[in-house]
């Protein structure tokens, strides 16, 4: 029952959902096994939050390092909750003018637009550190990292200006080809890479997921 | 003050916790982390639960059960409820006795991936691509078109080479596998000078907020 | 601890696997230039064209209405398209619209389904009876008077049973997947497929052993994506792998996740990887745990984590976003050994840049065949080669007809049309 | 004497190496807040990839049915938004229908936002447009790219109504459309999952639709192999990918005032590439010696 059932049900839903997409009037089980996956999808956050507000209760309850934050954390998750399926006008929750959005669009929205503008910094510190034309093949990235960091920003349409601008146009020659060619080698091999991943998985041979006792 | 100017003082005191971190971490980050990380859980539970749970499940159910009422007759959405049961089952992980059931909803949100993604990608990823692969060496009077196309023929034809892993990479072999990993690196050069680009463009994005929007410096 | 014990080489000498994907080919090309024969449906005729003078009071009819059943649904549609009126945009410019109507009968009955604004040139008539033979006609609308088009032809909607425009999808699906299916059962009975070294996975042995030395943490990070990613699956198979050498050398592994799904299959792997390592009771349900699902507090926490704990060895094996850079860069400046992999062409560069060892896309789903060692799952890989080796076959095959056309000026098949349908 | 120069030289070499990280934190903000102090307008050539997108949309006829898919939330604001504004200003130009919707459940309200922008033009005011006849807004659905499946079968499938709960069926744009077969172009804006990789796999490889696409600049090198094999019209990458495209449709805004703060800021980092470089190469030589 433990290992059978996840591995019957993988491959049932797996071979179900490739062949709908070849036979129409199955689309009506694949609709279905799409919905579902939603709700599960859905089941499984709220698992995720559960656990969160367990260990920040847990960290709470005894008094480890830091445990105020964890009050932070707990109070935050709250306030928005109650807030967001109570106090604004439910479906709706995202409306300009409800609580809901006030919240969102001042503590959400620039936490989180910081937190990706902070990568702004880490990519300056990481070019400085790390990028390294140790052989060819790194030389080679470095090279048409530069070529495109000057040639897409004006500063190479000027620099460049007495060669014909060829540095704007060097940036877009290596986007539409050698770029192009690389990228091109990678999602195939990707492809492969997942289709036959998938049929590991469907076939009951990549059982990672069902693991256990 | 008015709801809309507290609100950028607080979104702008917050950036600054954030932006903190940079010098070093420190009590004012670790407040803004933790607020984040409650806030974005809390978020993401009212999404889920106006978006995915209340249309796909409630609804549905409602529906049935009214069908059920009104016409007196069973509707087919009350298979939603199985949808919901798997649903329960993941909850269950939280019960240490019974937690394996949680994997049978796992295996079925496998097996919905497996399906769908090894249709998509073979597709899209793989055929669509070989198809634009497939170009003539030598376009007549377009010198541009011409080496254009070799290029992409090559880096291609090379790079799916050096994916190969049944085979050593050793002579023409490992020689057609050197050059396609130039390519590759090459695309990696580009992802980089873009993504660089992205994120100044992202900074520029919070710098203007606290200089223009929060201080109206300019 | 020889690292391919089970991995040794194939026979030298003819590749069987050669033959076998030639063989592929013809049978491809064959059932695809069927399936072309299959996929030419007769479409409708368009009805002659019949000059209308123009009128100086009403607007010129549209012309050319064609009806047809939406092909490979699950019928009770049909599409209708036309040409413009010429008043329509030039002329008279006077066209405010278009009215679509509907008869079963060629000469009388329309009624009227459905407006469209002017500049539209196609209607999805969403309410038909399936086999049953409906005209259409399209009326021109200006404020000088109305238009008629002469009618479609008939055309009528129906169920499909199978979606013929993907037929050479299917095909080749079929070969792939029994290409690769095949590999895996042929490498149950015959021992010994060789998979060629990837580098990263090399060093796993190395970065678990300087983590027992320096008596410092391991941090395996599967992505911040869920169970319904491959890449998430590969990854949280290569944590397998990762715990098992750990409880092997008594090293100190935790598993942070963003997702709980992802928690959940960890812990399981983990717990199953310390039972085969015979330490079932060095493991405990704290070495995995869930962070949060937003993204930018997962790498916000982590960050964290890394200052905090400063691990010896960092993995990053999974589907990663933005967050990819923060990690590798922070991991780096407090000196850990990173093994990183992932499909994310965005991320790579980073992990390249940062990371002492990358498995680059295909690489990482290589990796958890490679690891388990599984002769099954190498087989898959094997599989895989036989697509890739079709792939390029058809790409060189393809370039040399195409290139042979332009400079001898030859007629030789052009091979994308064999995927046109698709 | 050569000795102690050597001596030296290694160490400044190698002090530069492990300079503070806060110190190039530092030169980032600087080069990043200074510029935006000045209020320039740079000049740059459009290229080839956001004519197209500018041409694909340059070529419908008035009254063709444009939907417009914002896949992003606020934190991507920067680069898209001046996008999206583009986007509407060029299409309410030409007379299309906009149809609206979004697959990241923040998307439909950016969407709002440009539009209010977009109004305060004064000859896209003087149009006088109307919602439900010129322009709607179908609002989020969840469901990634199943949501785009759907749509191909039919719109309703996914958007039975408008986001104001108005039924497809009582909105005079949406009158005899259907699914993709009654859209001219689908333009969509998106900033990681779902989006244009899934626009593409879904809509444009199933449903042959014609697509063009607004991307982060992260996002976009990975879509020059969709443009190449014209599963993808063209692209708009990043802010500059904005700035060019407001240059296009001649109405530069703000993309294009923040390019003078992206150029700095690239310039910088070039700089550190190089300086980090000839560190690493003279300690290596140093060793080598």
């Known amino acids: 029952m433990r290992r059978e059932v996840p591995l019957v049900l993988t491959a049932i839903v797996g071979i179900t959902m490739i062949i709908a997409h070849f036979i129409p009037p199955l689309n009506i089980l694949k609709n279905l096994f799409e919905d579902w996956f939603f709700i599960i999808a859905a089941f499984a956050i709220y698992l995720g939050i559960l656990n969160l507000i367990l260990i920040n209760g847990d960290k709470i309850y005894k008094k480890q390092k830091g445990w105020p934050f964890g009050v932070v954390v707990i109070l935050g998750f709250l306030v928005i909750t109650v807030i967001g399926i109570f106090f604004s006008g439910g479906k709706s929750f995202q409306d300009p003018g409800t609580p809901f959005y006030y919240i969102y669009m001042n503590l959400y929205y620039p936490l989180s637009a910081t937190m990706f503008a902070l990568l702004a910094f880490f990519v300056a510190s990481a070019s400085y550190r790390a990028f390294r034309a140790r052989n060819v093949e790194a030389s080679m990235l470095l090279g048409a990292a530069f070529i495109l960091m000057l040639g897409r920003v004006p500063i190479g349409y000027w620099v460049s200006a007495g060669l014909g601008h060829a540095l704007a146009y060097a940036a877009d020659w290596i986007m539409d080809f050698p770029q192009t060619a690389g990228q091109r080698a990678i999602m195939i091999g990707i492809a492969l890479g997942v289709v036959s991943s998938a049929l590991r998985v469907i076939l009951g041979l990549e059982r990672a997921y069902s693991a256990g006792e | ?218 | ?422 | ?289």
Request: neutral net charge; aromatic residues 12%.
């Open chain 3, 1 to 422: 601890m020889s690292k391919r014990e089970n991995v040794t080489k194939a026979r030298a000498g003819k590749s069987v696997t050669l033959d076998l994907s030639f063989l592929f080919l013809i049978f491809l090309a064959l059932f695809l230039l069927f399936g072309q024969s299959i996929l030419a449906e007769e479409v409708p005729t368009a009805q002659e064209e019949i000059a209308i003078p123009k009128d100086s009071v009403l607007p010129v009819p549209p012309t050319n209405v064609i009806a047809k059943d939406i092909p490979n649904d699950k019928g009770g549609a049909i599409t209708i398209s036309w040409e413009r009126s010429a008043d329509d945009g030039g002329g008279a410019k006077n066209v405010t619209g278009y009215e679509i109507l509907r008869s079963t009968k060629r000469d009388e009955g329309y009624e009227h389904i459905g407006n469209v604004p002017p500049g539209a040139t196609s209607f999805s008539d969403n309410v038909t009876k399936d086999k049953v033979l409906y005209f259409y006609k399209i009326r021109a609308i200006s404020p000088t008077g109305t238009s008629e088009s002469e009618p479609s032809a008939p055309a009528f909607s129906k169920r499909q049973w199978f979606d013929f425009s993907r037929l050479s999808l299917f095909i080749l699906s079929l070969i792939i997947g029994f290409a690769i299916f095949y590999f895996i059962e042929k490498a149950k009975s015959e021992k010994g497929l060789f998979i060629r070294k990837i580098a990263g996975l090399e060093a796993v042995d190395d970065a678990v052993g300087r983590a027992t030395e320096m008596g410092r943490k391991i941090i395996f990070i599967p992505g911040i994506m869920d169970m319904d990613s491959m890449q998430t699956i590969a990854g949280v198979t290569i944590l397998g792998r990762v715990a098992k050498l750990a409880a092997e050398y008594e090293a100190k592994l935790e598993v942070p996740v963003s997702k709980s799904l992802v928690m959940v299959t960890c812990r399981e792997v983990v717990k199953e990887a310390y039972l085969n390592a015979g330490r079932p009771d060095a493991y405990n349900d704290d070495m995995v745990y869930y962070l949060t699902d937003d993204q930018f507090a997962y790498a916000a926490a982590l960050d964290g984590i890394f200052l905090r704990d400063r691990p010896a060895a960092v993995f990053l094996q999974g589907q990663f976003y933005a967050e990819a850079l923060i990690l590798a860069e922070t991991a780096n400046s407090v000196g850990a050994i990173q093994i990183a992999g992932t499909a994310m062409p965005t991320q790579l560069p980073f992990f390249v840049a940062a990371c002492d060892y990358t498995l680059i896309g295909e690489e990482l789903f290589a990796a958890s065949a490679y690891l388990s060692k599984d002769p099954k799952l190498l087989g898959s890989l094997k599989g895989q080669d036989v697509g890739k080796f079709i792939f390029l076959l058809a790409i060189l095959i393809g370039v040399v007809f195409l290139t042979l056309n332009s400079v001898l000026g030859l007629n030789l098949p052009d091979l994308r049309e064999l995927f046109k349908g698709i």
């Open chain 2, 1 to 218: 003050m008015s709801g809309e100017v507290i609100g950028v003082w607080i979104g702008a005191i917050l950036t600054l916790g954030i932006f903190s971190f940079l010098y070093k971490d420190n009590p004012f980050y670790k407040f803004s982390e933790a607020l984040f990380v409650g806030i974005s859980a809390g978020y993401w539970f009212v999404v889920t639960f106006w978006q995915y749970f209340v249309p796909k499940f409630w609804d549905n159910l409602a529906l049935a059960y009214s069908e059920l009422l009104t016409k007196g007759r069973v509707d087919y959405h009350w298979i939603y409820l199985l949808g919901g049961f798997f649903g329960v089952l993941m909850l269950l992980r939280l019960v240490p006795k019974i937690g394996w059931l949680s994997r049978w909803s796992l295996a079925f949100i496998v097996g919905t991936t497996a399906g769908l993604q090894f249709t998509r990608y073979l597709e899209s990823n793989g055929i669509r691509q070989v198809v634009g692969t497939i170009k003539p060496l030598l376009v007549s009077g377009n010198m541009n078109a011409t080496i254009g196309n070799i290029i992409i023929v090559v880096g291609t034809f090379c790079g799916l080479i050096y994916f190969f892993f049944s085979k050593e990479h050793k002579g023409a072999f490992g020689g057609a596998a050197r050059v396609g990993i130039w390519f590759i690196m090459i695309t990696f050069g580009a992802f980089f000078g873009y993504t660089v680009m992205s994120r100044m463009s992202l900074l520029i994005g919070r710098m203007d907020y606290l200089f223009g929007i929060w201080l109206g410096l300019y």
């Open chain 4, 1 to 289: 004497m050569n000795e102690t120069t050597n001596q030296e030289k290694k160490t400044f070499w190698e002090k530069l190496l492990s300079i503070d990280r806060r110190i190039i934190f530092l030169f980032i903000a600087v080069a990043i807040s200074v510029p935006l102090f000045f209020k320039t307008s740079l000049d740059m050539p459009v290229s080839p990839v956001v004519q197209e997108v500018y041409n694909a949309i340059d070529k419908l006829r008035a009254g063709s049915k444009v939907l417009v898919s914002f896949d992003y939330d606020p934190s991507s604001m920067p680069e898209l938004q001046p996008m999206a504004e583009s986007f509407f200003r060029q299409c309410f130009r030409k007379n299309l229908k906009v149809i609206i919707m979004g697959l990241w459940p923040q998307g439909p309200l950016q969407a709002n936002i440009a539009l209010e922008q977009v109004f305060k033009d004064e000859d896209i005011k003087a149009k006088n447009l109307q919602y439900g006849i010129d322009y709607v807004n179908l609002g989020f659905t969840a469901g990634n790219e199943v949501v785009i499946d759907r749509m191909g079968h039919d719109f309703r499938e996914s958007y039975p109504a408008d986001s104001r709960g108005t039924p497809l069926s009582e909105i005079p744009l949406m009158k005899g459309v259907r699914n993709y077969d009654n859209i001219d172009l689908i333009l969509n804006l998106s900033a990681g999952y779902p989006g244009t990789m899934e626009w593409v796999q879904y809509a444009v490889d199933v449903f042959h639709v014609k697509l063009a696409a607004g991307n982060t600049a992260v996002q976009a090198p990975s879509m020059y192999p969709y443009i190449q094999t014209g599963q993808l019209a063209g692209v708009l990458g990043g802010m500059k990918g904005g700035a060019e495209y407001e240059i296009a449709i001649k109405n530069p805004a703000k993309a294009v005032s923040y390019m003078f703060s992206q150029a700095i800021a690239h310039a910088v980092i070039c700089f550190f590439i190089i300086i980090g470089n000839i560190a690493f190469f003279s300690l290596r030589k140093k060793k080598t010696s």
